[in-house]
């Protein structure tokens, strides 16, 4: 007989990792399958850990190229949620869901409740919200099969739309970061690059001219510059993002895509500190060395955009805007304590953070161990 282990291969490898061979966080606990042919749902639902609680994480509705690659995002997404969540101080853990095709084209009523029927089915220990392709309208259509859902419209007990509490935790992460570097967290008269000014990005400009700074912004869509230009007329444009990042700036905050932070970026990047909402802005492993060898001061990206989740993880328990602002304003002490442990550990502030994360997933998830009769947590 074959020995599994050793006949393991591909995405199963990211799955059933052991933790000898692997970093802390490469397994995962569940990941399911869910299809209706009906409707055409193909979907993916991915458990990374539920050491802290039910795993939180969004629901992405995307056209993969092939269904092995929506099995890798969710598992990438899964993990990155449950070290979130752990940083953002949250009683959740790490999931995600991928469902698979193009939104325009196969997103219908009967499709979205199909995939919240599975949802329900496991029973809490995965909790639903909003990513790319998928939208507060979409979560309360969801809701009509799932208890275990997040992001609805405020008109039905929802959190609403979480990129303003992103928007804001980025903007109290980026203050951090310039009290840890120029001893004053006041972004007044500082350069800050924004790139990508879409639900998110447009938020932040509007407390960074708040706060007295000079805006300079870029955006792929032209309407999205316009709409920040109309509310915002002292902004800035760059022509595009490499534009953006070798300007004369003392603050970038990438507010597009995943990737920004790559080594074509990193070598001429202007600015002192990079603090943005994007999810992912590290392209590969070593890049927050790179960033720290030039003496850019990172700050990580789940721990500047966790706002975002705060905002609809209060929903779980009814939602309250000023308890998820007041939850969500948290994230400029974790940033100064992260700062100061990757000073104190000699690490970058990527390492020290998901250090942290791990920790916390590590010592609170082991309290379950102590035995509570009859209760459900067990
Ligand atoms: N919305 C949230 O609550 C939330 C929470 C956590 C993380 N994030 C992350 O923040 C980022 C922005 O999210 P969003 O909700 O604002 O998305 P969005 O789609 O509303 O905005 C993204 C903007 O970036 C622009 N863009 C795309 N490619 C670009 C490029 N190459 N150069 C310049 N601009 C470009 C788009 O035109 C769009 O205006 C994403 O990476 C997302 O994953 C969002």
Redesign the pocket.
Known sequence: MTDVSEARSGVLSRIFAAEADTAPGDSHEQVVLCHDRDTGLKAVIAIHSTALGPALGGTRFHAYASEEDAVQDALNLARGMSYKNALAGLDLGGGKAVIIGDPTKIKTEALLRAYGRFVQSLNGRYVTACD?GTYVADMDVIARETEFVTGRSPENGGAGD??VL?AFGVFQAMRASAQHRWGTPSLKGRRVGV???????HYLVEHLVEDGAQVVV????EA?VNRVRAAHPSVEVAA??PALIRADLDVYAP????GALNDETVPVLTAQIVCG???NQLAHPGVEKDLADRGILYTPDYLA?AG?VIQVADEIHGFNFERAKAKAAKIFDTTLEIFARAEADGVPPAVAADRLAEKRMAEVGRLRTILLPGSRRG
């Open positions: 790319v979480s990129s992103t790139a990508g000014v879409g639900k998110v990005g870029t955006d792929v869509s999205a595009d993002t507010c597009a895509l995943g909402a994007a999810n955009n975002g």
